[in-house]
């Protein structure tokens, strides 16, 4: 699979996923951290580029109390 793109006009520190992998991994997330919210979710996805990644940086910053919000 190649690499994801940054679109134009987006910040570097965001990761480019097709729309439906986004939705499947994004599923994903919510399923295994059911306490946390969607769209908080979706940015560290979006920052991280993958499913995996997002898990342990948001447990990270969970556990630090240094979630992001946008």
């Known amino acids: ?9 987006q910040s570097p520190g965001q990761i480019v996923l097709p729309d ?8 994903k997330l ?9 769209n908080v ?3 560290y996805l979006r920052r991280s580029g993958q499913d995996i ?3 342990g940086r948001y447990l990270e910053d969970e556990k630090n109390g240094t979630i992001v919000y946008h």
């Open 20 to 27: 439906a992998q986004f939705d499947v991994q994004l599923d």
């Open 53 to 55: 990644l997002a898990v």
């Open 41 to 43: 979710l979706a940015g």
């Open 1 to 9: 699979m190649p690499p994801p793109l940054h679109k134009q006009g």
């Open 30 to 38: 919510v399923h295994l951290l059911p306490h946390a919210d969607r």
